[in-house]
């Protein structure tokens, strides 16, 4: 278990050996059960569909000041456990799902020794890596809800500390809150024990029960339905496109975006991720030729007082609608900005609901939802102010593009084509996009719109750009899309896949597919047997069968007949018909 780092004074091999386990004990203030959270239940849904998913353990650094000991990480973080009770509880699922918080409980510290020779700040960034790779190598599951890990050098001194998180009891923003407690508590000792009572996900839980409460869940609900049924299938749906069965990340970092985005949030006065987020809305417009999109992203929910230092999971997806058009980019910007914050306001919502509602949504448009891509941006949200008076010369950004850097990585594994996280805006913009499948969206496609997303951001810095600028400045050309693709229902459709489509699930039945008759989308026409006799019938087989199809609906019309015609492409040509329908 060794890495190789350069110091920047010797080339050195970080080397963990395990040293000592120790059980750590806490205790709250209180046993107690009740209902889940609305975040609790949302993360508990898509766990349960998969629980290796690479996010049920968030592993972080935990910042150590200099010169503390095992014992002093080891009492600091009982505290912590003690003062938040996510991180003792546990869930039940018979029935109505339940959370029990556990008056006192213990988790594991683990300790590692570091290979003799003199260890220091300059050597953590390093140290915590390992430690951190070193916990994943390692199993844990959701249940866990909390492991830690140092690394200590000779003298017993503290070099780096990591942890692994359950989801289920934390989200980022959570995360955000224990490394400044901890780190408080470790710099001074006498604020361990300092503090009032603070609103746990049972208070959270009593919260939402309220009638209030639930207007405002049903009416997150209604926001979403509403979205769902304008998003696309897939967004970044590309011809020619086969899977690969490989994953993989790569993060643009961009002093010169940084600096840019800055310029464009002092001038709009909007937050820096809706500066982020316009720009790379504006290059998914261009490429995919969308004058509307809507996609999923993720809401920290923390906007009311009493949930700003809230210890639980309470971020959940919602659904953003951007409208990108002929906007110029600082006008998009705005719109950028007030399409996430009502996004965010309607992002605490019931996900048994939102799931049922999903599944017939799905059912008529003849559809499975992919949640692409999913933009998850790590950097509050707000106009703090900090950009205004902001003023780079636009030699000193043109400089700064010498530094970007584009660093690949495998990924895991996950069923959302796509994923956009927004890391970080000071300094750098630290952008991070995901392919689930390389055959799907390849490499190139994937480097070719972040470096478009830096481009139009440096273009501009100095000023508003038209629409026609925009376009310019992207320096991407749209798909390139044959004849037999079409838009249907907000979806870019192969015709040729929803033809295999009706060869593989409607069998021994003859089918044909045809973009349009008579006025309707998506025409099926095929001949009745034993197994398919009504529309509802060969929708119902459509469905099963497409997720295995990317670039293909389920036909929005069914025409079911005796025989199949000697030319086929033709849809005169089949004879009168059985039954017709929807099949919804």
């Known amino acids: 278990m060794t890495t190789s780092i350069d110091t920047g004074r010797r080339r050195r091999r970080v080397r963990l050996t395990p040293v000592d ?109 390992r430690l951190l790779a070193w916990l994943r190598e390692r199993r844990d599951t959701a249940a866990t809800t909390l492991r830690m890990a140092v690394a200590t050098d000779e003298g017993g001194t503290v070099i780096a500390c990591a942890a692994g998180f359950s989801h289920l009891a934390v989200d980022f923003g959570s995360i955000e809150v224990l490394k400044r407690e901890f780190t408080e508590m470790l710099a001074h000792p006498d604020r361990r024990h300092v503090g009032g009572p603070r609103h746990q996900p049972l208070d959270q839980a009593e919260l939402e029960a309220t009638p209030a409460e639930r207007r405002r869940t049903r009416a997150a609900n ?67 030729g969308y004058r509307e999109l809507v996609f999923p992203s993720l809401s920290s929910n923390r906007f009311e007082r009493h949930l700003v230092d809230f210890v639980g999971s309470l971020a959940q997806g919602n659904l953003v609608a951007v409208e990108v058009g002929d906007r110029s980019f600082d ?65 000193e950004i043109t400089a700064a593009l010498r530094q970007t850097e584009l660093r690949w990585r495998p990924v895991p594994h996950n069923g959302t084509p796509v994923r956009i996280g927004l890391n970080e805006v000071d300094g750098r913009v630290l952008l991070d996009l995901w392919s689930a499948d390389t055959g799907l969206v390849p490499r190139t496609e994937m480097e070719s719109w972040l470096l478009a997303v830096e481009r139009l951001l440096v273009g501009a810095a100095a000023g508003d750009l038209d629409a026609a600028r925009i376009r310019e400045a992207t320096g991407l050309d749209p798909i390139a899309r044959p004849a037999d693709w079409v838009l249907v229902d907000s979806c870019w459709v192969d015709l040729a896949e929803v033809q295999q489509l009706l060869d593989e699930a409607l069998a021994p039945s003859v089918a044909r597919v045809y973009g349009s008759v008579d006025g309707r989308d998506l025409v099926a026409y095929l001949t009745a047997t034993d197994a398919v006799r009504t529309p509802e019938q060969a929708h119902a087989r459509c469905l099963a069968a497409l997720p295995d199809h990317l670039n293909a609906l389920a036909p929005r019309h069914y025409v079911l007949c005796p025989t199949a015609p000697v030319d086929a492409t033709d849809p005169a040509a089949w004879p009168t018909p059985l039954a017709t329908g929807t099949g919804r």
């Open 21 to 129: 386990a120790i059980q750590v004990s806490s205790t709250g203030s209180r046993a107690a059960e009740g209902p889940v959270t609305l975040g609790q239940l949302n993360t508990l849904q898509w766990l349960e569909l998969d629980a290796d998913h690479p996010a049920a353990v968030l592993r972080v650094e935990l910042p150590v000041p200099d010169g503390k000991s095992v014992d002093d990480v080891a009492e600091t973080a009982s505290v912590l456990v003690a003062r938040h009770e996510s991180l003792r509880t546990t869930y039940v699922r018979d029935g109505d799902a339940r959370q029990v918080v556990a008056a006192t409980s213990t988790f594991t510290l683990h300790v590692c020794a570091l290979d003799e020779g003199r260890w220091g700040p300059r050597d953590r960034a390093a140290v915590a890596g």
């Open 222 to 288: 209604d926001y979403v339905r509403e979205l769902a049924r304008r998003q696309p299938r897939c967004l970044l749906a590309l011809p020619g496109a086969t899977r690969s069965g490989e994953s993989l990340g790569v993060e643009l970092s961009s002093p010169a975006a940084a600096m840019a985005v800055r310029q464009v949030a002092a001038r709009t006065r909007c937050s820096r991720s809706s500066v982020v987020l316009a720009a790379t809305c504006a290059v998914l417009a261009r490429r995919t």
């Open 331 to 395: 006008a998009l910007v705005k719109h950028t900005w007030a399409a996430v914050l009502e996004a965010s306001r309607h992002s605490r919502y019931d996900g048994v609901e939102r799931g049922g509602s999903d599944e017939r949504i799905q059912h008529e448009r003849g559809m499975h939802f992919l949640y692409d891509p999913l933009f998850n941006s790590l950097v509050p949200e707000s106009w703090s102010g900090v950009t205004a008076g902001v003023k780079h010369r636009p030699e």
